[in-house]
Protein backbone atom coordinates (compact mmCIF):
# COMPACT_ATOMS: atom_id res chain seq x y z
CA UNK A 1 0.00 0.00 0.00
CA UNK A 2 1.49 3.09 -1.27
CA UNK A 3 -0.43 5.68 0.52
CA UNK A 4 0.14 8.78 3.36
CA UNK A 5 -1.61 11.47 4.41
CA UNK A 6 -0.45 15.00 3.75
CA UNK A 7 -0.93 17.89 6.42
CA UNK A 8 -4.24 19.98 5.29
CA UNK A 9 -3.96 22.60 3.46
CA UNK A 10 -6.28 25.78 2.53
CA UNK A 11 -6.60 26.56 -0.92
CA UNK A 12 -8.41 29.89 -2.02
CA UNK A 13 -9.73 30.36 -5.19
CA UNK A 14 -10.73 34.01 -6.30
CA UNK A 15 -12.50 33.90 -9.64
CA UNK A 16 -14.01 37.35 -10.79
CA UNK A 17 -17.08 36.57 -12.73
CA UNK A 18 -19.01 40.06 -13.82
CA UNK A 19 -22.41 39.69 -14.11
CA UNK A 20 -23.92 40.61 -17.48
CA UNK A 21 -25.23 43.87 -18.12
CA UNK A 22 -28.93 43.71 -17.00
CA UNK A 23 -31.36 45.81 -15.80
CA UNK A 24 -30.60 48.49 -12.77
CA UNK A 25 -32.63 49.23 -10.08
CA UNK A 26 -34.42 51.28 -12.11
CA UNK A 27 -34.69 48.99 -15.09
CA UNK A 28 -32.31 50.32 -17.55
CA UNK A 29 -29.78 48.41 -18.99
CA UNK A 30 -26.22 50.32 -19.56
CA UNK A 31 -23.69 49.01 -21.44
CA UNK A 32 -20.19 50.69 -21.59
CA UNK A 33 -17.74 50.66 -24.35
CA UNK A 34 -15.10 49.10 -22.78
CA UNK A 35 -16.94 45.52 -22.24
CA UNK A 36 -17.28 45.69 -26.72
CA UNK A 37 -15.33 43.28 -28.97
CA UNK A 38 -14.87 45.54 -31.87
CA UNK A 39 -14.14 44.55 -35.71
CA UNK A 40 -12.67 46.23 -38.41
CA UNK A 41 -12.01 50.09 -38.01
CA UNK A 42 -14.19 50.05 -34.84
CA UNK A 43 -11.64 50.68 -32.02
CA UNK A 44 -12.12 51.34 -28.07
CA UNK A 45 -9.56 54.30 -27.10
CA UNK A 46 -9.56 55.50 -23.70
CA UNK A 47 -11.42 59.03 -23.42
CA UNK A 48 -11.36 60.61 -19.76
CA UNK A 49 -14.01 62.14 -20.67
CA UNK A 50 -15.89 59.11 -21.69
CA UNK A 51 -18.28 56.08 -19.62
CA UNK A 52 -15.35 53.63 -18.12
CA UNK A 53 -12.91 56.20 -19.87
CA UNK A 54 -12.96 54.11 -22.83
CA UNK A 55 -15.21 54.92 -25.91
CA UNK A 56 -15.55 53.26 -29.49
CA UNK A 57 -14.10 55.67 -32.31
CA UNK A 58 -14.31 54.61 -35.80
CA UNK A 59 -11.96 57.22 -37.67
CA UNK A 60 -13.12 59.68 -40.44
CA UNK A 61 -11.27 59.07 -43.53
CA UNK A 62 -13.66 60.79 -45.56
CA UNK A 63 -15.72 57.39 -46.38
CA UNK A 64 -19.03 57.81 -48.65
CA UNK A 65 -21.86 57.46 -45.88
CA UNK A 66 -23.38 53.96 -45.84
CA UNK A 67 -27.43 53.50 -47.26
CA UNK A 68 -28.26 50.73 -45.34
CA UNK A 69 -26.37 48.29 -42.44
CA UNK A 70 -24.37 45.23 -43.72
CA UNK A 71 -25.72 41.68 -43.38
CA UNK A 72 -22.33 40.98 -42.88
CA UNK A 73 -20.48 43.87 -41.71
CA UNK A 74 -16.42 43.97 -41.99
CA UNK A 75 -16.45 46.69 -38.70
CA UNK A 76 -18.69 46.86 -36.06
CA UNK A 77 -19.10 46.73 -32.15
CA UNK A 78 -21.12 43.84 -30.43
CA UNK A 79 -21.87 44.60 -27.27
CA UNK A 80 -23.93 41.80 -25.18
CA UNK A 81 -26.74 42.33 -21.95
CA UNK A 82 -29.46 41.07 -20.60
CA UNK A 83 -32.92 41.88 -21.44
CA UNK A 84 -36.13 40.51 -19.97
CA UNK A 85 -38.78 38.71 -22.20
CA UNK A 86 -41.43 40.88 -23.39
CA UNK A 87 -40.44 44.00 -21.51
CA UNK A 88 -39.83 46.96 -23.64
CA UNK A 89 -36.71 49.30 -23.72
CA UNK A 90 -35.91 52.54 -25.69
CA UNK A 91 -32.72 52.58 -26.92
CA UNK A 92 -30.45 55.95 -26.05
CA UNK A 93 -26.59 55.95 -27.01
CA UNK A 94 -24.47 58.61 -26.13
CA UNK A 95 -22.53 59.84 -28.77
CA UNK A 96 -20.01 62.19 -30.17
CA UNK A 97 -18.98 63.47 -33.78
CA UNK A 98 -15.69 64.24 -34.94
CA UNK A 99 -14.84 68.07 -35.56
CA UNK A 100 -18.74 68.40 -33.91
CA UNK A 101 -19.65 67.76 -37.69
CA UNK A 102 -23.38 66.34 -38.69
CA UNK A 103 -21.76 63.72 -41.52
CA UNK A 104 -20.13 62.43 -38.11
CA UNK A 105 -23.03 62.04 -36.17
CA UNK A 106 -24.79 58.83 -36.76
CA UNK A 107 -24.50 55.04 -36.28
CA UNK A 108 -26.93 51.96 -37.53
CA UNK A 109 -28.04 49.54 -34.73
CA UNK A 110 -29.04 45.92 -34.77
CA UNK A 111 -29.62 43.37 -32.16
CA UNK A 112 -29.29 39.56 -32.07
CA UNK A 113 -32.84 39.07 -31.49
CA UNK A 114 -35.37 41.74 -31.44
CA UNK A 115 -38.89 42.91 -31.77
CA UNK A 116 -40.78 45.58 -32.84
CA UNK A 117 -43.45 47.09 -30.13
CA UNK A 118 -46.18 44.74 -31.94
CA UNK A 119 -43.73 42.01 -31.44
CA UNK A 120 -42.29 40.98 -35.26
CA UNK A 121 -38.79 40.59 -36.11
CA UNK A 122 -37.16 44.40 -36.41
CA UNK A 123 -33.54 45.29 -36.41
CA UNK A 124 -31.56 41.84 -36.38
CA UNK A 125 -28.52 41.06 -37.20
CA UNK A 126 -27.48 38.70 -40.23
CA UNK A 127 -30.16 41.33 -42.25
CA UNK A 128 -29.90 45.38 -43.62
CA UNK A 129 -32.17 46.44 -41.13
CA UNK A 130 -31.35 48.26 -38.30
CA UNK A 131 -32.46 51.35 -36.08
CA UNK A 132 -30.33 54.77 -36.64
CA UNK A 133 -29.78 56.85 -33.90
CA UNK A 134 -28.05 60.54 -35.07
CA UNK A 135 -26.85 62.83 -32.15
CA UNK A 136 -27.95 65.93 -33.97
CA UNK A 137 -31.83 66.03 -33.49
CA UNK A 138 -32.51 67.97 -35.89
CA UNK A 139 -31.68 69.86 -39.16
CA UNK A 140 -28.83 72.55 -37.68
CA UNK A 141 -29.41 72.32 -34.34
CA UNK A 142 -26.02 71.59 -33.64
CA UNK A 143 -23.08 69.52 -32.58
CA UNK A 144 -21.09 70.30 -28.94
CA UNK A 145 -19.38 67.16 -28.00
CA UNK A 146 -20.97 64.47 -26.08
CA UNK A 147 -24.76 64.19 -26.71
CA UNK A 148 -27.79 61.54 -26.00
CA UNK A 149 -29.62 60.46 -29.06
CA UNK A 150 -32.32 57.91 -29.71
CA UNK A 151 -33.89 56.43 -32.48
CA UNK A 152 -35.50 59.22 -33.96
CA UNK A 153 -34.42 61.84 -35.11
CA UNK A 154 -36.29 64.51 -34.00
CA UNK A 155 -39.00 62.66 -31.16
CA UNK A 156 -39.06 59.50 -29.77
CA UNK A 157 -38.14 56.61 -30.69
CA UNK A 158 -39.35 53.64 -31.24
CA UNK A 159 -39.30 50.88 -28.39
CA UNK A 160 -37.41 47.37 -28.64
CA UNK A 161 -38.01 44.40 -27.00
CA UNK A 162 -36.98 40.42 -26.71
CA UNK A 163 -38.95 36.63 -26.56
CA UNK A 164 -37.14 35.30 -24.19
CA UNK A 165 -34.87 36.78 -21.12
CA UNK A 166 -31.30 36.11 -21.58
CA UNK A 167 -28.25 37.55 -22.97
CA UNK A 168 -28.65 39.47 -25.99
CA UNK A 169 -26.15 41.31 -28.71
CA UNK A 170 -26.47 44.90 -29.70
CA UNK A 171 -24.34 45.33 -33.08
CA UNK A 172 -22.90 49.10 -33.56
CA UNK A 173 -22.20 49.74 -37.79
CA UNK A 174 -21.21 52.86 -38.89
CA UNK A 175 -23.15 54.83 -41.73
CA UNK A 176 -21.06 58.33 -41.55
CA UNK A 177 -17.55 57.78 -40.08
CA UNK A 178 -16.11 59.60 -37.77
CA UNK A 179 -18.66 59.01 -34.75
CA UNK A 180 -17.98 57.86 -31.13
Do not use: C
Not at 8 to 16: A, D, E, F, G, H
Not at 62 to 86: H, I, M, N, V, W
Not at 125 to 132: A, E, N, Q, R
Amino acid sequence: DNTTLSPMRTVTVSNVVSAPAGPSAGGDVVLHASTASVTGRWQIVPDASAASGKRHYNANPGAAKARAASAAPTSAADLTFYAEQGKQYRLWIRGRADSNNWANDSVFVQFSDSLDANGTAAWRMGTTSSTTVQVEEGTSVGLAGWGWADNKYGGAGPLVSFATSRTHTMRLQIPEDGMS
